[in-house]
């Protein structure tokens, strides 16, 4: 019996044509636009606008346009209508020239403005005339929309407005399959009416809400055709899709090259190419290119070391060397090629900065995005955080990186766009440069995990790390501008806020004032204080107020609770509102959060209990693939998360410095790789090059959108988590990402103004404008320090007997600890995770151990 793979199309509504297929979603359902005008704003010099300026924006109707002037980073204006709701179509014609995408908001007799009632509106900012549409469906009756020209500073000039309705097309696809020697598209009547359908010649009636499968058999013996599939039905625009189907068992004239265990094999007619590891198909080039909807008529020629593609205004080049394949196209329309099809069952796939997937995963699906923006098959290139899209199955880990980033990436996992169970990456543009690698897979004795990580390595070395951002300010000017914020704004008699905003409590935390102590030597005077403050913990002030025994006593008491919240096999487990659409109850960014704080305890105290618990988590974790679940206060478990990945490094190198066992060194690296989708190794911007992506999703499913968006914040943390690796291993120069993502966020912090020197949550790309909420400066302070060679917050020595914990750079020799403080300081030690020892600095201290 032929194999048959089946693929649900994903009900999605597009603008354009009444094709099936769009570059953004190649499962969207096609729309009938009826005509006629439910509302319009076409604004005459004479009449007064409805659209009124509502938040950081003013708005005036002059020479026939609607200016909107946006002051702040949040403009909208607001129009009262009252309008029968369903399908609508918002049609605008504007000029952009400020930033950021633009939205479209409704509230109804019902239900408030919100993000549930929300849809993108892309703007381009370069100051041109352009057509632009939104559909959205209302349920009840319309009261009001809300226009947001963008996120930023700048003019949008609005020529007209209308709104208009929209349906269904009654016939939908609801599914198509492969098989060996056809396809099979499945087409439902979601009409009240019994509709005759033609597909491709063939005819069927299908009754209201009916479904009929329909075979298509492509013409002749060609390894791979262009099918076009045509519906048909009576007084209906037609439905039409391309599709590429691919023969595996077809044969034809080839032109070979191998080299090691990989073959290449390229059809005569330079339609299709197939690439064999270990004499077992791996990936096909399927077609090797596609100009619009067709396959070019290509000539294969061997020359030399390579094999050249010549064709009527499409040339090409391919050349194996080992387990890579260099891939030049270039054409006088524009293209897409290699169509590169990973073949094999997907173990873990990367799209790098969109997608992080594992078995069972399916690339833009609403697990993590439920919105629009979930569509991820071709997204904006300055959502790539890097060049690679990756595929790791049981047969091989199947890879393309470029270099060119104006190319446009296409990647579906599954093939959506062939209605195939292969995995589809492609590169969009007219002269395109590519490397294509097919390592080993997990059947190859390749890495069990599906070798993505090894991948990801791949393509970091063969760019190399981005040199290092030129730092915005000296280092006097940069310890002057954190001080300044730290004795500024952030700061009230009650002490200092996590956020500048006055919604962020004041208090007196630790992680302030020992910043403040390690920026100036002196030592706040405090009555009180309170753990945490910052995104990395800084607990040395506990140590120069005579603190320690209450900073023991609050460690063992987190070792007590944290031990009590763990599984008895070492997990730890969520089911709160974000764990819906996980496949578990658990996720390695939940457990490694509670591993990594067990196991800086244990490094800080010795205590054996935290090392125990934090060992089990360890053990527990191997099982994971993919870095995700490390913040559910807002982001669904599902949700891949480079904290995840700091957290996960930062445990697996305490576990190892700890214990000595060599495999948590290796998970260290594995997930220390993990995170380098995460962060931008390009840049078009000035502020860009190591900026980081915190999750690849949505807060809430819903907004804000964080693809694109970095959060400088958590690439601080995997920075930090870095720094503790990179005197145990060398797979890349840790320290210079480490030391690049400190710069990025110092590019981003605040030069001046009401919040000079705090690092905002978000920046901004295109627009390179901060976001809130703005943050203290001190988890930069602490990554400076660390890398600077400097302790910025506990020292810890210990050997086979003894364990010392001070403020200050400590080693133990001879039975003694000697520690390396400031003269005149006063500060406490704390020894075997019990004694308490005050001392006195004369510069350097030498403690007798007993």
């Known amino acids: 019996m032929s ?9 999605i509504l597009f603008v ?52 909107i002037t946006s002051t702040g980073h949040d403009p909208y204006l607001h129009c009262p209508l009252d309008l029968d709701g369903g399908p609508l179509k918002l049609t605008l014609r504007a000029r952009a020239k400020s930033g950021g995408d633009g939205a479209v908001y409704w509230a109804t007799d019902a239900t408030p403005i919100g993000e549930q009632q929300r849809v993108r509106l892309p703007l381009v900012h370069d100051g041109q005339w352009r057509e632009y549409a939104v559909r959205f469906t209302v349920d009840g009756r319309l009261r009001t929309l809300r226009l947001d020209p963008g996120a930023a500073e700048g003019v949008v000039e609005v020529d007209w407005m209308r709104l208009s309705r929209w349906r269904l097309h009654p016939l939908a696809i609801e599914q198509i399959a492969t098989r060996d020697d056809a396809i099979v598209v499945r087409v439902r009547n979601d009409s009240n009416e019994a509709r005759t359908v033609d597909v491709n010649g063939r005819t069927a009636k299908i009754a209201p809400g009916g479904v009929v499968a329909f075979d298509v058999v492509p013409e002749g013996d060609r390894p791979i055709r262009a099918v076009r599939l045509r519906i048909v039905s009576p007084d209906l625009p037609p439905i039409e899709r391309t599709l590429f189907f691919h023969r595996p068992q077809a044969e034809a004239t080839w032109v070979s090259r191998t080299a090691g265990p990989v073959r290449l094999q390229v059809a005569a007619d330079g339609s299709i190419a197939r690439i064999y590891r270990g004499g077992e198909l791996a990936a096909v080039l399927a077609p090797i290119v596609r100009v619009g909807g067709e396959i070019p008529r290509l000539e294969a020629r061997e020359e030399g070391d390579a094999i050249w593609l010549i064709g009527d205004g499409v040339n090409g080049r391919l050349s194996l060397v080992g387990d890579e394949l260099a891939v030049r196209i270039e054409s006088d329309s524009p293209c897409e090629g290699p169509c590169l099809r990973a073949i094999g069952e997907m173990q873990q796939a990367i799209f790098a900065g969109l997608e992080y997937m ?45 270099d060119d980033m104006s190319l446009q990436p296409v990647f579906a996992s599954p093939n959506a766009h062939d209605g195939a169970s292969d995995h589809r990456m492609t590169l969009r543009g007219k002269k395109i440069a590519a490397t294509i690698r097919v390592a080993a897979g997990s059947k190859e004795g390749g890495d069990a995990r599906g070798g993505i990580e090894e991948t990801i390595l791949w393509a970091v070395r063969r760019r190399g790390l981005p040199p290092l951002p030129t730092p915005p300010r000296s280092a006097d000017e940069q310890h002057a501008l954190d001080l300044a914020t730290l004795n500024g704004p952030l700061r009230t008699n009650d002490g200092w806020g996590h956020c500048i905003e006055p919604r962020w409590g004041r208090a007196p935390y630790g992680d302030m004032a020992s910043t403040l102590w390690r920026l100036t030597g002196n030592v706040p005077d405090l009555p009180r204080i309170v753990p945490g403050g910052a995104h990395l913990r800084n607990d040395s002030i506990y140590f120069v107020t005579g603190r320690a025994e209450e900073w023991l006593a609050h460690a063992r008491a987190e070792i007590r609770h944290r031990i009590a919240q763990q599984q008895p096999d070492g997990s730890y487990r969520y089911d709160g509102a974000f764990r819906r659409g996980h496949f578990e109850s658990t996720a390695s960014g939940l457990c490694a959060a509670h591993a990594a704080r067990l196991l800086e305890l244990a490094h800080l105290t010795g205590d054996a209990e935290a090392l125990a618990a934090g060992r089990r988590t360890l053990e527990y974790m191997k099982r994971f693939r993919v870095p995700r679940g490390a913040q559910t206060w807002e982001v669904p478990l599902h949700t891949p998360d480079l904290l995840a990945s700091a957290h996960l490094v930062w445990a697996y190198v305490r576990g190892y410095e700890l214990t000595g066992d060599k495999t948590y060194l290796d998970e260290a690296r594995r997930w220390a790789l993990s995170g380098m989708p995460f962060v931008y190794q390009w840049s078009d911007r000035p502020v860009m090059a190591y900026a980081t992506i915190a999750v690849l999703g949505a807060t809430n499913w819903q907004a804000p959108y964080w693809i694109g968006l970095p959060v400088q914040w958590v690439g601080g943390v995997y920075a930090y988590a870095l720094g503790l690796l990179a005197p145990h291993d060398n797979t890349l120069d840790w320290r210079q990402v480490a030391r690049g993502i400190l710069i990025a966020g110092r590019q981003m912090q605040y030069p001046d103004g009401p919040n000079a020197g705090t690092l905002p949550d978000s920046f901004a790309l295109a627009e390179q404008e901060r976001r809130p909420w703005n943050i203290n400066p001190c988890a930069l302070v602490s990554l400076e320090r660390l890398l600077d060679g400097q302790v910025d917050s506990l020292a810890v020595a210990r050997d086979e007997r003894r364990h010392v914990v001070a403020p200050f750079a400590v080693q133990i020799a001879d039975g003694k600890a000697v520690v390396q403080a400031q003269v005149g300081a006063r500060y406490q030690v704390i020894v075997d995770g019990e004694r308490v020892i005050d001392l006195s600095s004369r510069g350097q201290d030498v403690i007798k151990l007993p």
């Open 3 to 11: 194999r048959v793979t089946w693929f649900a199309a994903v009900y």
């Open 16 to 67: 354009g044509s009444i094709l099936a297929s769009d570059a953004e979603n190649p499962n969207a359902r096609p729309i009938i636009e009826p005509g006629g005008v439910a509302a319009a704003w076409e604004f005459e010099p004479s009449e007064e606008s409805a659209w009124r300026a509502t938040n950081h924006c003013s708005s005036v109707v002059a020479d026939g346009l609607l200016r």
């Open 358 to 402: 594992e078995r069972g995963d399916t690339s833009s699906s609403k697990l993590d995005v439920e919105t629009d923006e979930h569509l991820r098959f071709a997204p904006p290139r300055r959502h790539m955080t890097m060049p690679l899209m990756a595929v790791a199955t049981e047969r091989a880990a199947v890879a393309i990186s470029w």
